[in-house]
């Protein structure tokens, strides 16, 4: 099969004339900016209460995700690479535009809602390094520089190096306050096992996974990708693996860190905010630690509220076959009145409405299914595919986590529906 040439309009891909080390290191990009992307105040939250709440027994679980979410990110990436349509275009294209705009409308809701509580995170983070700014404030400040990006030349390139940038911040941040807590006495209070499905574990098995394992998330990766200006010799030389691994290792870092701090330094006692966190670790490693985690949360918001909106428009766009992209104007100015409309919520009421989050939560249950069935289905194409089509062992691997993971999203579907009927 011919390697697929670059369209117009793609990135020129920074791998070309590099080999070895160095074109494994150029190859990272994709990667970082889903990681970046997906560690945001919910998910800093989410993983260090399921570690104050149950302890190492839900190890397991983050592991499972986090594998979850890497064979699907290489086989929607593979799909894209070897195609040249992002995966929500694949699907629209092959499956008809039910299925697409279906998963692109319910991508894009939950962006608008988690959007909300990005805006507040880097409003909180801004207090956390300066106090005497109002939250409010901080969150119009971290709207106002967000808006002003999207409008940078060449912001694909841009944004990479300044989501390697944030990522790196996060890692050496959250690994310190991992190695600060870890000298911390076990008290017994929860347990130290390294499995185990303790009960009332459900609701944040689900939360960690939809801040961890989006499958929409993962989609708008292949966009990523397109835009990188990968080809199939980035598959031959496992440039796409590099990118994913290295991904997909970082974020485990990160979330696996703020798990580990909730079980060390709040066993039984979940936090409700960044804040609390913040206070936590002052309170064991000193106050100078204030300052150092608030630079650590307000990468992780300002990565989640920039890129957030993108994914839910960029997804939502490719679903009614409109143009879209990192510099497309549509994608941008909606993604502008996004946060927009994010920050008036916060204004308004302070934080997410339990409405909205519902709403969300649903579209999260229903994406999973679609998309990842869709994508399962898609890599086996032989017509589409022709020699990179999916081996009978990815295809194996795609189908296990596939159905673990849709069980308990079934068992969250199916508690949805009975909170309602009670």
């Not at 190859?27 to 399921?50: D, E, K, R, W, Y």
């Not at 986090?66 to 349509?85: E, H, S």
């Amino acid at each position: 099969m011919p390697v697929r040439k670059k369209e117009v309009g793609e990135l020129e891909n920074a791998t070309n004339n590099k080999s070895g080390f160095k074109y494994l290191l150029a190859a990272l990009g994709p990667g970082m900016i889903l990681a970046a992307t997906s560690v945001g105040p919910g998910s800093i939250v989410s993983f260090t209460n399921a570690g104050a709440g149950f302890g190492y027994t839900l190890c397991w679980w983050a592991v499972l995700i986090l594998v979850f979410r890497a064979i699907f990110t290489i086989a929607m990436n593979k799909y894209t690479v070897v195609t040249g349509k992002p995966i929500m275009v694949g699907i629209r294209d092959t499956y008809g535009p039910v299925w697409a705009i279906l998963a692109g409308i319910f991508a894009f809701i939950g962006q608008c809602v988690y959007g909300i509580g990005n805006c507040i995170g880097v409003g909180l983070a801004l207090v956390i390094l300066f106090p005497a700014i109002p939250l409010p404030v901080g969150a119009i400040i971290g709207v106002v520089v967000c808006a002003l990006l999207y409008f940078l030349k060449g912001l694909y390139k841009k944004i990479e190096s300044f989501m390697k940038v944030l990522i790196a911040i996060m890692v050496i941040i959250f690994i310190a306050a991992w190695i600060g807590t870890s000298s911390i006495p076990y008290d017994g209070t929860v347990s130290h096992s390294f499995f185990g499905m303790p009960d009332g574990a459900t609701a944040i098995m689900l939360s960690l996974m939809g801040t961890t394992a989006s499958l929409g998330t993962v989609a708008y990766g292949s966009s990523l990708v397109k835009e990188k200006g990968f080809t199939t010799d980035d598959i031959k030389k496992k440039g796409i693996l590099a990118d994913v691994f290295g991904g997909v290792v970082v974020l485990g870092i990160i979330s696996l860190s703020c798990y580990f701090v909730g079980a060390n330094l709040f066993p039984g006692s979940p936090i409700g905010t960044g804040m609390d966190l913040a206070n936590g670790l002052a309170g064991v490693l000193g106050s100078f630690i204030r300052p150092v985690f608030g630079i650590a949360f307000l990468a992780a918001a300002l990565s989640s509220e920039m890129m957030a909106p993108k994914l839910g428009i960029n997804l939502l766009l490719q679903a009614l076959g409109r143009k879209s992209g990192m510099e497309n104007k549509s994608e941008n100015i909606i993604s502008i009145i996004m946060m927009v409309f994010a920050l008036i919520v916060v204004l308004s009421y302070g934080g997410v409405p339990a409405q909205l989050l519902t709403l969300a939560q649903i579209g999260g249950v229903i994406n999973t299914p679609i998309l990842g069935l869709l994508t399962i289905m898609l890599i086996n194409r032989k017509s589409d595919m022709k020699e990179f089509k999916a081996s009978i062992g990815l295809t194996i691997a795609l189908i296990v986590s596939y159905a673990a993971v849709l069980y308990m999203v079934v068992n969250n579907l199916i508690g949805v529906i009975k909170s309602f009927g009670g």
